[in-house]
């Protein structure tokens, strides 16, 4: 059974950082673009990062960018969020999501993910 497994959320105080993970089992992470999305209590959906399966090209939002950093380990299977200064407005569930046809772009859009995990909650506040 193919499946992308978060951890790696929790509770968090105002400007201090998490690390997510994104474990896949079933597959090999090294041919599937991913991406990792959060939705906040009553808001719809978005973006945060993608990186190509290569890792070589990546994209942010701009509300996180020079505060999270996407990374992927593909000999462990993992892609991973690292998340710093993180903010009472990134309190979310975060999802990670992968696809092989994906194109990782700036949009952050999510055409062509296939396979996505049941999330893990990210919550900052103090």
């Known amino acids: 059974q193919l499946q992308l497994v978060e951890s790696g959320g929790g509770l968090v105080q105002p400007g201090g950082s998490l690390r997510l993970a994104c474990a896949a089992s079933?597959?090999?992470?090294?041919?599937?673009?991913i991406g990792w999305f959060r939705q906040a209590p009553g808001k719809e959906r978005e973006g945060v990062a993608c990186?190509?399966?290569?890792?070589?090209?990546?994209h942010y939002r701009d509300s996180v960018k020079g505060r999270f950093t996407i990374s992927r380990d593909n000999a462990n299977n993992t892609v991973y969020l690292e998340m710093n200064i993180l903010k009472p407005e990134d309190t979310a569930v975060y999802y990670c999501?992968?696809?092989?046809?994906?194109?990782?772009?700036?949009?952050?859009?999510?055409?062509?993910?296939?396979?996505w995990g049941k999330g893990t909650l990210v919550t900052v506040s103090s």
């Open positions: 079933g597959f090999t992470l090294d041919n599937y673009a």
């Open positions: 990186t190509s399966s290569s890792g070589s090209l990546t």
């Open positions: 999501a992968g696809g092989r046809y994906h194109y990782c772009a700036a949009s952050l859009w999510s055409y062509g993910m296939d396979l």
